[in-house]
């Protein structure tokens, strides 16, 4: 069992930046697949970045790449999402699961776990 606990979120101002951070819980976290999704009001929830258990692989939408960092420190059991430049679009609930699978890929069916969401507004 992994329990996953948001934070980080908040208002910023468009072209902004915010750090999520994404605390787990058990011994197998540095073992799975990590994944940061979003949903916005009146939207279904999409898949933003995800990153395999050495950090080494990591997967973007093409809406923040190149914006949006993923990256985790397996030895703090804990996952980040460093957004830059953010957007008014960019406003969501972020969630952080994890996939005991292992492909930190865009599929939400592949992630057994997941936080309660932190929320992002970026103000225009």
């Known amino acids: 069992q992994v329990q996953l606990v948001e934070s980080g979120g908040g208002l910023v101002q468009a072209g902004g930046s915010l750090r999520l951070s994404c605390a787990a819980s058990?011994?197998?976290?540095?073992?799975?697949?990590m994944g940061w999704f979003r949903q916005a009001p009146g939207k279904e929830r999409e898949f933003v970045a995800g990153i395999r258990w050495s950090g080494g692989v990591t997967y973007y939408a093409d809406s923040v790449k190149g914006r949006f960092t993923i990256s985790r420190d397996n030895a703090k059991n804990t996952v980040y999402l460093q957004m830059n430049s953010l957007k008014p679009e960019d406003t969501a609930v972020y969630y952080c699961?994890?996939?005991?699978?292992?492909?930190?890929?865009?599929?939400?069916?592949?992630?057994?776990?997941w936080g309660q969401g932190t929320q992002v507004t970026v103000s225009s």
């Open positions: 699961a994890a996939d005991p699978y292992g492909s930190g890929g865009p599929e939400p069916t592949r992630y057994d776990y």
């Open positions: 058990g011994r197998t976290f540095s073992s799975y697949a």
